[in-house]
């Protein structure tokens, strides 16, 4: 992950900017195709600044995934849409389409994508929780189990969308991916009470 810590801002700005960078070069080509150069070129920096930063292209790209996903849990918060997580997703899907394509891969980075599988699970166990807790509901189940068949359908999913050429609005898929998972939470029914006869 990025290599400094304690950022001021401008540094903060330098790493978010690298990140945009990288997106942009991931629309218009693949990503092995793009270098340290490629990015520092287009970002109009020299190498020394990009590796004060990171350690190569892949750090970045992990820490660009990482900033992607802490936007949409931020966005959580900041939207009254009716399903403002799922809908900002499928926004910035719908935003930068080729490199959620490789984001979401499950063969071009195959690491990339185990990466950020681990990473979204790591985020999602928590809401996972208090959703469950809010609700009342209870479960025999694994927490892991549940959150990676959350995380899976949902990367699975959105790659389906970007691949068909994003056929229905992001809020028509967020509303479906929402409204399909309270279906299978609100399968979890609480245990039944003992009666005493």
């Given at each position: 992950m990025a290599r400094l810590t304690n950022l001021s801002e401008r540094g903060i700005e330098t790493q978010r900017m690298l990140s945009d960078v990288l997106m942009q070069l991931l629309s218009e080509t693949n990503y092995n195709k793009i270098s340290v150069k490629d990015i520092t070129v287009r970002a109009g920096i020299d190498r020394s600044t990009f590796y004060l930063h990171f350690k190569?292209?892949?750090?970045?790209?992990?820490?660009?995934?990482?900033?992607?996903?802490?936007?949409?849990?931020?966005?959580?918060?900041?939207?009254?849409?009716p399903y403002p997580l799922a809908t900002r997703a499928f926004e910035q899907m719908a935003r930068y389409p080729r490199p959620y394509l490789a984001l979401l891969s499950d063969v071009e980075n195959s690491y990339f994508s185990v990466q950020l599988q681990e990473y979204m699970s790591a985020m999602a166990r928590p809401l996972l929780e208090t959703t469950l807790r809010?609700?009342?509901?209870?479960?025999?189940?694994?927490?892991?189990?549940?959150?990676?068949?959350l995380t899976g359908a949902l990367r699975g999913l959105g790659r389906w969308w970007l691949e068909a050429g994003q056929p229905?609005?992001?809020?028509?898929?967020?509303?479906?991916?929402?409204?399909?998972?309270?279906?299978?939470?609100?399968?979890?029914?609480?245990?039944?009470?003992?009666?005493?006869?």
């Open positions: 190569d292209k892949d750090d970045l790209f992990l820490a660009a995934q990482k900033r992607l996903v802490e936007e949409l849990l931020e966005a959580r918060n900041n939207s009254e849409l809010e609700k009342g509901l209870q479960t025999s189940l694994d927490a892991g189990m549940i959150i990676g068949y229905y609005p992001p809020a028509e898929m967020a509303r479906w991916f929402v409204e399909t998972v309270r279906t299978g939470l609100n399968s979890l029914n609480p245990p039944q009470l003992e009666t005493k006869e």
